[in-house]
């Protein structure tokens, strides 16, 4: 494995710990502007925000990472990309901005004006991952030349794109379910463990038939990365297929232990069937990861400060997921 | 690098919308970062002073302060996110070009960033969480990680100004990177100490400036009366330490960024005993209207009258910035806004020296309130002197900034977008914040109010079944 390699496992860590945890988030979001306005609405929104109140920030981190290893480390794919695909990458920004502002003035507004900051918080959730979709499903199918300078509309506005979006918005959904399935439990508030059972079920449902869907997408506009998922990544595909078949076994049982890891094991999976299928290009057709790669020292820097970040953060983060599980002090 | 050339339809046009949406939200955002770097050590003085002494004023200060913490640190967050989205939607063909050395320096903030979010949050749980000095401790990461996040992203900066740690391949790309080279780079030094210490002093006195009000409106009890004094302290005493480290990096600006300096002090013809300009149009080789005093823009660079400053006109004149006047009157401005902060600093000084009290009259307040707005005018204009003093350059003598900038079309429609979102966003956080203020003073004991990371305020009544 190159050092170029090494670096892009690192940018792929990165995708990773976005997709589940910003995922989980998002798919919160949208579960809130869902819920309506009844009593056990109010309370299935009360849960969500005990869930990612304190970690919601920390989540949306990984975005940031991702952004900055990939000018760092691959600048010419980062600039391939934002050139071609500067439509929905806005759009996904300004998602990003409403989200987080809505969410924390709904915190921190007097309760008569939280409806509409609710409301901005639901809708951002879905949009932001559906155009992020769009990106990944544009990227798929080879839309971006490596100099960049791709077409901005129809790059991203093809089936591959959409069904990629889409598939990206039930997963957020159906990952978040799963979350606060466990939350629920964890809570001893039987009727919300329901609710939430119920959805995860749906929502896994709706987000296979996407999944079916995008392999159809993939073979019909993205014949490389379809031979390399149903080639080396084959097992991985497989794994996320019983992984995902393992959750809805457990939800019909009624039985939530397990489940989470399952889910996620679910989400893992699949991200890296993407990444080995994709291997050796960084935008499948039109640049390699060799070709990307930036001055060599740089790739150094990036492996040492994510050692580092990884040695200090993960900790911190840690001691933070403890004390939002521990009780409060008399 | 690739050829973009063919796509600009309208390239002046796209750099301009590019360059006001940089500026504007780069403008909201160093006011966030502010308090980011800030407010966190201003909040620890006051729950450390509320422990020592068992200061139940000073710990409800702390308490408070750590709420509106959260919350422009939420916001600063998100303008912070567009920004970095920002580098490779306006200016692709800087990090194409350059972004294998420019990014190294967000790679580090990137772990002060995730520091502080952890700890915010880890602060604002602890006080329920957390036993006395340790929910203390808990909060000197967010301060560190502040200062730590500064220092990377002003390398970053700095860098644009003077490059240096790499060499230029037969590509035009970047090859063999030195990446310590590259973070401390000599304007790394002056601009990060003059930035921190202007985060104190926007950040001081803009939270005492919320107190000097209430106190102008009648509440002069002790708790006002110690929310005014924390935060104006800190910025008193960082005023006259601003004044020094401002005067050494304009020396420094002088010896390394000789055409920038030019700009700022209006300098045409190269040579010694130059004028110093207070004030004044720049424009055909001559400063009209200003305040001229002879031979001290030699002395104050050099320390001599006799050294030699050079003139805008040995630049060539696509090597210069477009707007001199600009440059020299937001420098000027801060100049002037930092020495009325000083004289405020002193005169707080000599009154607390005399009788340990404010000095009584309301015009003391009445400055202190405006003080705060000086403050970021002056932080604004800084940054004006920093970015349209490196025109038209956006990596000094390896790139100009026409091209850098995206072929991408509907700029200025992003732009406007952009404006009519963070204006919103302006409005409605100082909705917030002001409603905070008004309920923890309808209810007084209860001081709980929620913030972005906080628990829910009261834990018992949600998640039980019926």
Same mark, same amino acid.
């Given at each position: 494995?190159?050092?170029?390699?090494?670096?892009?496992?690192?940018?792929?860590?990165?995708?990773?710990?976005?997709?589940?945890?910003?995922?989980?988030?998002?798919?919160?979001?949208?579960?809130?502007?869902?819920?309506?306005?009844?009593?056990?609405?109010?309370?299935?929104?009360?849960?969500?925000?005990?869930?990612?109140?304190?970690?919601?920030?920390?989540?949306?981190?990984?975005?940031?990472?991702?952004?900055?290893?990939?000018?760092?480390?691959?600048?010419?794919?980062?600039?391939?990309?934002?050139?071609?695909?500067?439509?929905?990458?806005?759009?996904? =920004?300004?998602?990003?901005?409403?989200?987080?502002? !809505?969410? $924390?003035?709904?915190?921190?507004?007097?309760?008569?004006?939280?409806?509409?900051?609710?409301?901005?918080?639901?809708?951002?959730?879905?949009?932001?991952?559906?155009?992020?979709?769009?990106?990944?499903?544009?990227?798929?199918?080879?839309?971006?030349?490596?100099?960049?300078?791709?077409?901005?509309?129809?790059?991203?506005?093809?089936?591959?794109?959409?069904?990629? !979006?889409?598939?990206?918005?039930?997963?957020?959904?159906?990952?978040?379910?799963?979350?606060?399935?466990?939350?629920?439990?964890?809570?001893?508030?039987?009727?919300?463990?329901?609710?939430?059972?119920?959805?995860?079920?749906?929502?896994? $449902?709706?987000?296979?038939?996407?999944?079916?869907?995008?392999?159809? $997408?993939?073979?019909?506009?993205?014949?490389?990365?379809?031979?390399?998922?149903?080639?080396?990544?084959?097992?991985?595909?497989?794994?996320?297929?019983?992984?995902?078949?393992?959750?809805? =076994?457990?939800?019909?049982?009624?039985?939530?232990?397990?489940?989470?890891?399952?889910?996620? !094991?679910?989400?893992?999976?699949?991200?890296?069937?993407?990444?080995?299928?994709?291997?050796?290009?960084?935008?499948?057709?039109?640049?390699?990861?060799?070709?990307?790669?930036?001055?060599?020292?740089?790739?150094?820097?990036?492996?040492?400060?994510?050692?580092?970040?990884?040695?200090?953060?993960?900790?911190?983060?840690?001691?933070?997921?403890?004390?939002?599980?521990?009780?409060?002090?008399? | 690098?690739?050829?973009?050339?063919?796509?600009?339809?309208?390239?002046?046009?796209?750099?301009?919308? &590019?360059?006001?949406?940089?500026? *504007?939200?780069?403008?909201?955002?160093?006011?966030?970062?502010?308090?980011?770097?800030?407010?966190?050590?201003?909040?620890?003085?006051?729950?450390? /002073?509320?422990?020592?002494?068992?200061?139940?004023? &000073?710990?409800?200060?702390?308490?408070?302060?750590?709420?509106?913490?959260?919350?422009?640190?939420?916001?600063?967050?998100?303008?912070?996110?567009?920004?970095?989205?920002?580098?490779?939607?306006?200016?692709?063909?800087?990090?194409?070009?350059?972004?294998?050395?420019?990014?190294?320096?967000?790679?580090?903030?990137?772990?002060?960033?995730?520091?502080?979010?952890?700890?915010?949050? %880890?602060?604002?749980?602890?006080?329920?969480?957390?036993?006395?000095?340790?929910? *203390?401790?808990?909060?000197?990461?967010?301060?560190?990680?502040?200062?730590?996040?500064?220092?990377?992203?002003? @390398?970053?900066?700095?860098?644009?100004?003077?490059?240096?740690?790499?060499?230029?391949?037969?590509?035009?790309?970047?090859?063999?990177?030195?990446?310590?080279?590259?973070?401390?780079?000599?304007? #790394?030094?002056?601009?990060?100490?003059?930035?921190?210490?202007?985060?104190?002093?926007?950040?001081?006195?803009?939270?005492?400036?919320?107190?000097?009000?209430?106190?102008? /409106?009648?509440?002069?009890?002790?708790?006002?009366?110690?929310?005014?004094?924390?935060?104006?302290?800190?910025?008193? %005493?960082?005023?006259?330490?601003?004044?020094?480290?401002?005067?050494?990096?304009?020396?420094?600006? *002088?010896?390394?960024?000789?055409?920038? *300096?030019?700009?700022?002090?209006?300098?045409?013809?190269?040579?010694?005993?130059?004028?110093?300009?207070?004030?004044?149009?720049?424009?055909?080789?001559?400063?009209?209207?200003?305040?001229?005093?002879?031979?001290?823009?030699?002395?104050?660079?050099?320390?001599?009258?006799?050294?030699?400053?050079?003139?805008?006109?040995?630049?060539?004149?696509?090597?210069?910035?477009?707007?001199?006047?600009?440059?020299?009157?937001?420098?000027?401005?801060?100049?002037?806004?930092?020495?009325?902060?000083?004289?405020?600093?002193?005169?707080?000084?000599?009154?607390? /020296?005399?009788?340990?009290?404010?000095?009584?009259?309301?015009?003391?307040?009445?400055?202190?309130?405006?003080?705060?707005?000086?403050?970021?005018?002056?932080?604004?204009?800084?940054?004006?002197?920093?970015?349209?003093?490196?025109?038209?350059?956006?990596?000094?003598?390896?790139?100009?900034?026409?091209?850098?900038?995206?072929?991408?079309?509907?700029?200025?429609?992003?732009?406007?977008?952009?404006?009519?979102?963070?204006?919103?966003?302006?409005?409605? #956080?100082?909705?917030?914040?002001?409603?905070?203020?008004? /309920?923890?003073?309808?209810?007084?004991? @209860?001081?709980?109010?929620?913030?972005?990371?906080?628990?829910?305020?009261?834990?018992?009544?949600?998640?039980?079944?019926?």
């Amino acid at each position: 494995m190159s050092k170029a390699d090494a670096v892009a496992a690192i940018l792929w860590i990165g995708v990773t710990l976005y997709a589940v945890f910003a995922g989980a988030d998002f798919g919160a979001g949208m579960w809130d502007l869902l819920a309506g306005h009844g009593e056990r609405g109010e309370r299935a929104r009360a849960l969500i925000d005990r869930s990612i109140a304190p970690v919601w920030e920390a989540n949306h981190v990984w975005l940031i990472f991702v952004l900055v290893v990939l000018w760092t480390a691959f600048p010419q794919a980062f600039s391939a990309v934002m050139t071609t695909l500067y439509v929905p990458l806005s759009l996904a =920004a300004l998602g990003i901005v409403l989200r987080g502002s !809505g969410f $924390a003035f709904r915190h921190a507004l007097p309760g008569p004006v939280r409806g509409p900051a609710t409301r901005v918080f639901g809708i951002s959730s879905l949009l932001t991952p559906f155009f992020m979709g769009t990106v990944v499903g544009a990227i798929a199918s080879g839309k971006v030349p490596a100099d960049g300078g791709g077409d901005p509309i129809t790059s991203w506005t093809g089936v591959l794109p959409l069904v990629t !979006g889409a598939l990206f918005v039930v997963t957020c959904a159906y990952l978040a379910a799963v979350f606060l399935v466990r939350d629920a439990g964890a809570a001893d508030d039987a009727d919300l463990e329901r609710y939430f059972v119920r959805r995860a079920l749906v929502s896994a $449902a709706v987000a296979g038939a996407a999944a079916l869907g995008g392999v159809l $997408a993939l073979h019909a506009d993205a014949r490389f990365v379809y031979d390399g998922l149903t080639g080396d990544g084959l097992p991985l595909v497989i794994l996320s297929g019983i992984c995902g078949l393992a959750v809805l =076994a457990l939800l019909a049982r009624g039985s939530a232990r397990g489940i989470r890891p399952l889910a996620v !094991g679910a989400v893992v999976a699949v991200v890296w069937g993407f990444f080995v299928a994709n291997h050796p290009y960084m935008l499948p057709g039109s640049l390699k990861i060799e070709d990307a790669a930036g001055a060599s020292a740089s790739l150094t820097a990036v492996i040492v400060v994510f050692g580092i970040a990884g040695a200090v953060c993960l900790p911190s983060l840690g001691l933070l997921y403890a004390l939002s599980q521990r009780r409060a002090l008399e | 690098m690739p050829d973009f050339t063919p796509l600009i339809a309208d390239a002046g046009s796209n750099l301009l919308a &590019a360059r006001y949406q940089m500026a *504007f939200t780069l403008a909201f955002h160093i006011i966030l970062a502010c308090f980011g770097v800030a407010f966190p050590a201003v909040m620890l003085i006051a729950e450390y /002073r509320g422990r020592k002494r068992g200061d139940e004023d &000073a710990l409800r200060l702390a308490r408070r302060w750590s709420k509106a913490v959260a919350v422009l640190f939420a916001v600063g967050a998100v303008s912070g996110t567009v920004l970095s989205f920002e580098f490779g939607l306006l200016w692709p063909g800087m990090m194409d070009r350059f972004g294998d050395a420019f990014g190294i320096a967000f790679a580090i903030e990137g772990i002060f960033f995730f520091l502080e979010a952890i700890f915010i949050a %880890i602060y604002i749980y602890g006080w329920e969480r957390l036993p006395g000095w340790a929910h *203390f401790w808990s909060g000197v990461p967010i301060a560190i990680s502040g200062i730590g996040g500064a220092l990377s992203v002003i @390398a970053a900066n700095s860098w644009m100004n003077t490059p240096a740690g790499f060499t230029l391949g037969s590509d035009g790309r970047v090859s063999d990177v030195h990446p310590l080279d590259v973070l401390f780079n000599t304007s #790394t030094w002056h601009e990060f100490v003059h930035m921190w210490i202007a985060a104190y002093i926007v950040t001081g006195f803009l939270v005492a400036s919320v107190y000097a009000v209430a106190m102008l /409106r009648g509440r002069r009890d002790r708790y006002h009366r110690l929310g005014f004094l924390i935060p104006f302290t800190v910025a008193a %005493i960082a005023a006259p330490i601003q004044i020094a480290v401002g005067d050494f990096a304009a020396r420094d600006v *002088f010896n390394d960024q000789p055409t920038k *300096f030019a700009a700022m002090e209006c300098v045409y013809q190269s040579g010694d005993n130059q004028t110093e300009h207070l004030g004044g149009i720049c424009t055909d080789g001559e400063v009209k209207g200003s305040i001229p005093l002879p031979g001290v823009d030699s002395l104050l660079a050099g320390f001599s009258t006799g050294t030699v400053v050079k003139g805008l006109e040995g630049v060539p004149a696509d090597e210069q910035p477009p707007t001199p006047t600009t440059i020299h009157l937001a420098f000027d401005a801060m100049v002037g806004l930092g020495f009325a902060m000083l004289g405020l600093a002193v005169w707080f000084a000599a009154a607390w /020296r005399r009788g340990r009290d404010l000095p009584a009259t309301p015009w003391f307040l009445r400055a202190a309130a405006v003080a705060g707005i000086a403050a970021v005018l002056a932080l604004e204009c800084g940054w004006m002197v920093t970015e349209i003093g490196r025109q038209p350059w956006i990596v000094s003598g390896y790139m100009r900034t026409a091209d850098a900038v995206t072929p991408a079309q509907g700029l200025w429609w992003a732009f406007g977008l952009t404006l009519a979102v963070y204006v919103s966003l302006a409005l409605i #956080t100082g909705v917030v914040l002001r409603g905070m203020a008004r /309920r923890w003073r309808e209810h007084d004991a @209860a001081s709980d109010v929620e913030a972005p990371y906080s628990p829910p305020s009261a834990p018992a009544s949600v998640g039980k079944a019926p």
